[in-house]
């Protein structure tokens, strides 16, 4: 354990928000649309006070392979790009719906008819939304 001293002397480092442009955000979309991801919207949640994260990306996958391919190639190229893990990720076994955590910016990456049943975008409609094409 470090002396109080040496604590106290520790710089705090400043905290920044995610938006659009910041590299993690533009590194999911980019994943995303790499391996032919559809009707790709993100939310941005910062205005919603009951919110978990800043930032919701929703997308599409014509099949479970897909929605596996997708969720994979989000988590290597975060993780290559931006050094970054998931805090956490679940839906992989049925690959009906994948949702990947990074904390600040939840994916969640959807066979058709999960994003039909659950409507994430209707659910969280005070978001302003985009849409996201190649």
């Not at 520790?10 to 533009?26: D, G, H, P, W, Y």
């Not at 596996?68 to 998931?86: M, N, R, T, W």
Request: aromatic share 8%.
């Amino acid at each position: 354990m470090e002396p109080l001293s040496v604590l106290k002397t520790r710089e705090k480092s400043a905290i920044v928000r995610l938006t659009r442009n910041s590299k993690i955000f533009k590194t999911i979309i980019q994943a995303i649309l790499d391996k032919k991801g559809e009707y790709i919207l993100s939310l941005d949640l910062r205005k919603i006070p009951e919110a978990a994260a800043d930032f919701f990306i929703v997308c599409e996958a014509s099949s479970t392979t897909q929605v596996k391919a997708i969720s994979d190639h989000i988590e290597e190229q975060v993780k290559k790009i931006c050094g970054e893990l998931p805090y956490k990720h679940e839906g992989k076994q049925t690959a009906q719906w994948v949702l990947i955590d990074y904390v600040n910016i939840v994916v969640h990456v959807m066979h058709p008819e999960a994003r039909k049943f659950y409507q994430l975008e209707e659910m969280w409609s005070d978001a302003v939304s985009q849409l996201h094409e190649n």
